[in-house]
């Protein structure tokens, strides 16, 4: 225990210094299968002057789509990242989009940053990795354009998921528990590979901030649908046919069965093929903008370079912790 923890402080002094924040800092959504789907089919929205340098690593940003949640086993600040409670600000029937502002600085004004922090930060926070990866490409860092590149990733296909801009995001305050892991995990995990993910080519972002809350808002106005599809559907179906028991390691887990969430998939019409492909898109657009923004620094120099020792004890670390430990700070999805 005391060599874990050493190499954790080790680690951490490295990720510290290595991954100091090029700005000041003012919950698994996807699963891990989805997440690493997103950040894959974007490198090929990339133009040819990125595609290069993306396909030569799109190993290490496919796997590492996954780290933030990892962190939320170490990081006690991380869990806000992944998502925002919009619907907490909607009192009196008010659009909570006219009354959250959608600057960090105007909306701690309003609100405190405890409050922000409290109901979730990801478009401000995608912001912010985003601004790293511009400084990343500036300094022709490979780690960090490596890392940053698969962490807006998760931050960016996070805010594509309608149960990440709700209060009731597992479905706790509607008998519905479990559904946010059924939408987000369950039915890409079933359906992805039939998905048609030919987006197109990523487009320039002017303003990442207002794209980020675009994501956010075009997400919470599927939540209705989520929610009330999945509610008629489950009082059609009996228990026997809507669950089943599949054997995952040691453990045998109850799952959603496979008629039911065709039934569900098909009654949402597409819509999680829709969310995917859309946090696709918008994470091929966020990395070519961070590209453009940097001066289009030629990646081709960086093509033999390859993560540094490290990178490779930051991650090492982090995943010791994700496996060791048996709950991650805030809130739980499942």
């Given at each position: 225990m005391l060599r874990r923890t050493l190499l954790f402080l080790a680690a951490f002094t490295a990720l510290t210094i290595l991954f100091a924040p090029a700005i000041v800092e003012p919950a698994r959504a996807w699963g891990f299968y989805g997440h690493k789907r997103i950040n894959r089919m974007a490198c090929f929205t990339l133009p040819p002057e990125m595609f290069g340098f993306y396909k030569r690593h799109i190993d290490f940003i496919s796997d590492h789509a996954v780290d933030p949640d990892r962190r939320r086993y170490a990081v006690p600040d991380e869990a806000p990242r992944h998502y925002i409670d919009i619907?907490?600000?909607?009192?009196?029937?008010?659009?909570?989009?006219?009354?959250?502002?959608?600057?960090?600085?105007?909306?701690?004004?309003?609100?405190?940053?405890?409050?922000?922090?409290?109901?979730?930060?990801?478009?401000?926070?995608?912001?912010?990795?985003?601004?790293?990866?511009?400084?990343?490409?500036?300094?022709?860092?490979?780690?960090?354009?490596?890392?940053?590149?698969?962490?807006?990733?998760?931050?960016?296909?996070?805010?594509?998921?309608?149960?990440?801009?709700?209060?009731?995001?597992?479905?706790?305050?509607?008998?519905?528990?479990?559904?946010h892991a059924f939408w987000e995990s369950r039915i890409p995990e079933l359906s992805a590979e039939s998905y048609d993910h030919l987006v197109g080519r990523a487009s320039y972002i002017d303003k990442p901030l207002d794209a980020a809350w675009d994501a956010v808002h075009a997400s919470h106005l599927c939540v209705d649908?989520?929610?009330?599809?999945?509610?008629?559907?489950?009082?059609?179906f009996p228990d026997d046919q809507k669950y089943i028991y599949e054997t995952r390691g040691r453990s045998a887990i109850r799952l959603y069965s496979r008629e039911y969430t065709k039934a569900y998939?098909?009654?949402?019409?597409?819509?999680?093929?829709?969310?995917?492909?859309?946090?696709?898109?918008?994470?091929?657009?966020?990395?070519?903008?961070?590209?453009?923004?940097?001066?289009?620094?030629?990646?081709?120099?960086?093509?033999q370079a390859e993560v540094s020792d490290s990178l490779k004890a930051v991650l090492k670390a982090e995943q010791e912790l994700w496996q060791e430990n048996q709950k991650g700070f805030g809130r739980e999805h499942e």
């Open positions: 619907d907490h600000y909607a009192h009196g029937g008010v659009d909570p989009f006219t009354v959250v502002p959608r600057h960090w600085k105007e909306a701690a004004a309003k609100f405190t940053e405890d409050t922000l922090k409290a109901y979730g930060i990801v478009p401000w926070h995608i912001q912010v990795v985003y601004a790293r990866l511009i400084e990343a490409f500036q300094r022709g860092d490979v780690d960090r354009i490596l890392r940053y590149s698969a962490d807006l990733g998760h931050y960016v296909a996070d805010a594509h998921v309608p149960l990440h801009t709700t209060e009731n995001y597992n479905g706790q305050l509607s008998n519905q528990h479990g559904i649908s989520v929610l009330s599809i999945e509610k008629r559907l489950s009082e059609a998939e098909d009654a949402m019409m597409g819509m999680v093929e829709r969310r995917m492909n859309a946090s696709i898109i918008t994470l091929g657009g966020f990395w070519y903008s961070a590209w453009i923004n940097a001066g289009q620094p030629d990646l081709d120099r960086f093509e």
